[in-house]
């Protein structure tokens, strides 16, 4: 379980296909501070420390993975957003995100200056559901608020500070994100889908 709050940014070494796996060497300033085992976002994807050496730390994408989210464009110079797992007891500063990613989203816009900074996203329309006015959602790992949606687009402002301290600050028209939504709508929607009676 993550919150959505990036930790740090990690960058992409060495990239190796296995099959219709990839493996990604990952060096960041908690990459020394991982544990084999231990369940870390990358750009909101959950992905298991599967080997550590020299500050780095090695996790592996399953095709599932691959086809879900944006790992697979993923090359040795790229950043990504780092997240370790809550740890109970812990502040919740942003919302519950599994980095469980359900698909694929389009930047189709980006504006702003110093101030802040507004993005606006296309998402496939079979997900209209779970994006609601000021809802959540978690782009890239990043745990944010949506407005001014539509049946499949949907924008979010970038503050300064995370715009500087995560991947925003290099995503352009055209890039393709990893979206995750709200955990909470994916069960209403689904007791509505078994229950319609009660719905």
């Not at 085992?37 to 730390?57: I, R, W, Y």
């Not at 790992?141 to 499949?152: A, H, I, N, R």
Request: glycine share 10%; proline share 2%; hydrophobic share 40%.
């Amino acid at each position: 379980m993550f919150t959505g709050i990036i930790e740090t940014i990690g960058y992409v070494e060495e990239v190796v296909h296995h099959v219709s796996n990839m493996d990604f060497w990952i060096k960041s300033d908690v990459s020394q501070e991982l544990q084999i085992d231990q369940s870390v976002a990358h750009n909101g994807v959950c992905l298991t420390v599967v080997e550590m050496k020299d500050g780095m730390h090695r996790v592996t994408a399953v095709a599932e993975t691959l086809v879900k989210s944006n790992l697979g464009k993923l090359k040795a110079g790229d950043r990504v957003n780092i997240e370790r797992a809550l740890k109970v007891g812990d502040r919740l500063d942003g919302h519950f995100v599994q980095g469980h990613v359900d698909t694929t989203g389009e930047c189709i816009s980006k504006e702003g200056d110093v101030g802040g900074w507004l993005f606006r996203f296309r998402f496939p329309d079979q997900f209209a559901q779970l994006v609601i006015e000021k809802g959540s959602i978690c782009i890239n790992g990043v745990s944010l608020t949506v407005f001014d949606v539509g049946m499949d687009e949907f924008t979010v402002t970038i503050i300064p500070y995370t715009y500087t301290n995560t991947t925003f600050n290099a995503l352009e028209e055209g890039d393709t994100v990893n979206l995750e939504f709200d955990v909470l709508g994916k069960y209403l929607l689904r007791y509505k889908e078994i229950n319609p009676l009660n719905s």
